[in-house]
């Protein structure tokens, strides 16, 4: 179980990396920083910041999980469905406006599969730790 629970671990802080670096990315570069090459709204840009500095704070938070990752259930599982909430409304997106870039079908990905997934494995390793909680307090 440890091994499991360590891979976890890296493969989170990995994950939640990623969200970081954008939000920095989008605070910093704005909405221009995606490209396009259109005259930027000012209204649209602020929004983009501010939605960039979330994404930032979704990454670092998802960072504050990874030490004793089996006692976060709560506030993963909170993470995880804001990201869901997140993709579902960049599918919606998708439905009402079209196919946006790759990089955009990539983080959709992440939001509808990638951390849902992530969810489920801390769930297990919490269920794990429980149970070995449990049987070293019965003397097992």
């Known amino acids: 179980m440890e091994r499991e629970r360590r891979i976890l671990q890296r493969t989170v802080a990995v994950a939640a990396i990623l969200p970081v670096v954008a939000g920095l990315y989008g605070v910093l570069f704005g909405i221009d920083g995606i490209g ?4 930027v709204n000012v209204s ?8 960039s500095g979330l994404l930032t704070g979704l990454g670092i ?10 006692g976060k259930t709560t506030l993963f599982r909170f993470l995880t469905l804001v990201v869901v909430l997140g993709g ?10 079209g196919v946006p870039s790759l990089t ?11 951390a849902p997934l992530l969810c489920l494995w801390q769930t ?13 307090r019965a003397g097992r």
Request: proline fraction near 4%; hydrophobic fraction near 55%; charge should be negative.
């Open 88 to 97: 579902l409304a960049r599918l919606l997106g998708l439905y009402l406006t």
């Open 36 to 39: 396009g090459g259109t005259p």
């Open 124 to 136: 297990r390793i919490a269920g794990l730790a429980r149970d070995a909680a449990l049987d070293a």
């Open 104 to 114: 955009m079908l990539a983080a959709l990905v992440v939001e509808l599969v990638v």
């Open 44 to 51: 649209a840009d602020s929004h983009f910041r501010y939605l």
């Open 61 to 70: 938070l998802f960072l504050t999980c990874v030490p004793g990752i089996e």
